[in-house]
């Protein structure tokens, strides 16, 4: 987790965003031996990976001013980094030849402080006795990369961007999701039914398939009233039963 | 039921101002799940926004960095100068190859009167081939640095390190995916799209009865492990690619295996041209560990079993 020197970088950061030269002096120093330790392992020649280092630093003490940063100092220093490394690979580098340091802004720094928008707006909309339940359930029910791929795609990540972040193919991921979402489903169908709004609302969940040409099975509607059911024909039920069904 | 599990997305007690260092992200996004503490990382960038953006553009970052690193065909502009020097190569191999009738005989491969010999043992002239790939082995193909995703369903024959399926008519066993209730097969031409039946059962698959793959044909093979409640194209799923053997390329084969022990060298190159990786790498252990062309091979081999 953040240590004392990254305390001390933010706090360098703010100094520097309210415009005291020495603090922005001091945080480039600082970032200097940071980005040179990235770029020295990424870029094709040293003399490329000092042209990055100076490219980074000259849009930190460019945006920093401007910028109230909502995420430590250092994410912000290594996501200008990130975004100058994949300018300085991209195919208008290569072929174009323009100068790194002559390139427009193609990343757009600004952007960086619109990230995590969806995320706020997830906190907003539960209430946070409901959070803390629904994650206790999860960790119960699920098995850690179930729980993951859940947790991500619930703050709307793409799967490709899952797949990418976990290490797993987009097949995997997808399975593990569905997996996921049927082991929360059936939990809350058989220990927490008042969430889904009680027996009524199942009851008519079970109605509505069955209109829409959807029935369930004798085994997945026995599973759903069962003290012990087969958990396999509760997922079965639960999943068939999900899109009638509401967290209240 | 995503809007519904939205609401669960963050756990009260990840809101407070605690967010991993860009050492750690970085250790991540650099060693993945060989991190130590992959495990703690990744359970706090999936709940913490700010780490996980920051995640991201680094992961990104990397990926472009190994797209642009990966080989490419080189350009037009080189293609008549490199193809020059590969015929002086060659000429010159051949040359030498030709000139030498009568080379030590500490060589382990040698050619005598137009005859090549490995040790004491004469080569069928069809083997002259693979006796000239071992001395100038091929380059190991090139990978990702990343440590290879293991396939959800692991095959276990026939040997999914050999590409060449042996038999017209194969059998396919499979390990049991845990949680699978049931599997599914799907065998197709890789280059048509044309479907071979199969019979599943449980954890194997035949050729359904009558039935007889094309020798010479690229096939491809999906294994589809389905949990319960799971449909098809849900479930965890595996693709392996094979190539039959011509009756000559049988043949082969069959000379290989019945003289790996008394011409090695020969025997891994020629079952590398048939794409039998597992069994040019046994071969392979047959030779002193400290040949430099054995190690070579090494590399190669283990590039391709990876």
Known sequence: MQDDRSDALNRLACEAARGDHDALEALLNESRTRLQRYFRSRARTPDDAEDLVQETLLRVANYLPNTQLNAPYEHWLYRIAANCLATYYSRAYRHAETPFTQLENPDGVLDLQQESFEASLLERIADEQTQAQLYAIVQQV??????RVLWLHAQHERLEDIAQMLGMNAATVRSHLMRGRAKVLAYLVQHRRDWLGGDDAVQHAIERLTRDGEPLSDAERRALYEPKPNQSDLRRAALKLAKYLRIE | MRANLAVMAYPSDATDEKHLSAAQILELVERGQRCARYDEYIDHITVCPVCRETYKQLLQA???????????VAPLRWVAPLAAAAAVLALVFIGRALLLPTAPETL?????????????????????????????????????????????????????????LESLTPEFRWQAVSDAVRYRARLERADTGEPVPLVVEGTQARLAPNTTLQAGARY???????????????????????????????????????????APRT????????????????????????????????????????
Not at chain 2, 227 to 255: C, H, I, M, N, S
């Open chain 2, 108 to 164: 382990a491969l040698r050619q005598q009167d137009g005859v090549w010999y490995e040790r004491a043992t004469r080569l069928p002239e069809w083997a002259s081939a693979a006796a000239a790939l071992f001395a100038n082995p091929p380059d190991a193909p090139t990978r990702s640095d990343a440590a290879p995703a293991q396939r959800a369903v692991q095959l276990l024959a026939p040997n999914p390190a050999n590409r060449a």
């Open chain 2, 267 to 306: 025997c891994v190159a020629m079952f590398y041209q048939l794409g039998c990786y597992a069994d040019a790498q046994e071969t392979l252990n047959l030779l002193p560990a400290d040949d430099p062309l054995a190690q070579r091979w090494r590399k190669v081999l283990e590039a391709h079993l990876r």
């Open chain 1, 142 to 147: 699920c098995s850690d990369a179930e729980r």
């Open chain 2, 62 to 72: 990397e990926a472009v960095v190994r797209e642009a690193r990966r080989p490419r």
């Open chain 2, 220 to 262: 491809r093979l999906t294994i589809e492990a389905l949990a319960a409640g799971e449909v098809a194209g849900e479930g965890l799923t595996a693709v392996y690619e094979f190539r039959t053997l011509t009756p000559d390329e049988q043949a082969r084969l069959r000379w290989a295996r019945a003289n790996r022990q008394n």
